[in-house]
């Protein structure tokens, strides 16, 4: 079975196409091509629906990649002359969104906190409605939890741009700038790191999908925060 063609990679705002059914199985379907975000980074799989030609339409849950391959999990078995039939793709567009969302502004957080404060990333979650990341952060108090609010919010307010684009693999374990963890490692297609890119301010390795404009985001929230070992720490934050 061929891999997937992943759309999401070319268009972080793709959320319709049509594809063909390449595989099924009783929990799911395998398409030639998606718009499905499979997760990743902290970020959730998309959810939506999949249309069948004939008319069966089923709700995708989840998304599973297994050697190249996604499978869309759903939440009934598929019908058993499924695969080859045409099939119409929809992400629930409001989440996809809501999730692009806070994780472009986990982008500006994680540079400014490598960048002006020595920390790296341990960890991240991302939801609809907040987001929680955790730091090797040395010297971490509430004065600088607010210190760092403050700096999120003025790169905010900026005129930031962001675009994708890719560098080989080789280029990527030479440019340190492209990382914010230490332990995790980006995926690699085809030999080739997808680059996010915050025009005139960051670009770092990374999978997942973005806003298109940092003046999306409106305004960031640091509101709560906890130890997770001696210099492990956990900010949640929230966007307005």
């Known amino acids: 079975m061929t891999a997937t063609e992943r759309l999401y990679l070319q268009d972080d705002h793709a959320l319709a ?31 939506g629906t999949i249309e069948l030609a004939g008319g069966a339409r089923l709700n995708v849950t989840g998304v599973q990649v297994e050697d190249g391959t996604l499978w869309h999990l759903t939440d009934a078995p598929p019908p058993a002359d499924a695969v080859g039939r045409p099939a119409a793709l929809a992400v629930d567009g409001a989440r996809r969104v809501a999730l692009s969302r806070y994780h472009t502004v986990l982008h500006v957080l994680n540079t400014l906190a490598l960048r002006d404060y ?3 990333i341990t960890g991240a979650q991302i939801a609809p409605d907040y987001a929680r990341i955790d730091f090797k952060f040395e010297g971490f108090s509430p004065a600088v939890a607010a210190e ?45 790191v997808r680059v996010v890119e915050i025009g005139g301010f960051d670009a770092q390795a990374c999978g997942g999908t973005h806003v298109g404009a940092l003046a999306e ?22 966007l307005s």
């Open 17 to 47: 196409a049509t594809a063909t059914v390449m595989a099924r199985r009783d929990d799911g379907l395998a398409l030639d091509r998606t718009c499905f975000y499979p997760g990743g980074g902290g970020q959730p799989a998309d959810c």
């Open 118 to 120: 020595g920390a790296w």
């Open 148 to 192: 760092l609010e403050a700096k999120v919010n003025a790169v905010l307010a900026g005129e930031h741009r962001l675009r994708a684009y890719y560098v080989s693999e080789e280029e990527f374990r030479r440019r340190d700038d492209l990382r914010r963890t230490l332990t995790a490692e980006p995926p690699v297609v085809d030999g080739q």
């Open 217 to 238: 985001l409106g305004r960031c929230a640091i509101y709560k925060t906890e130890n997770k070992g001696r210099i492990n720490k956990r900010l949640y934050v929230r």
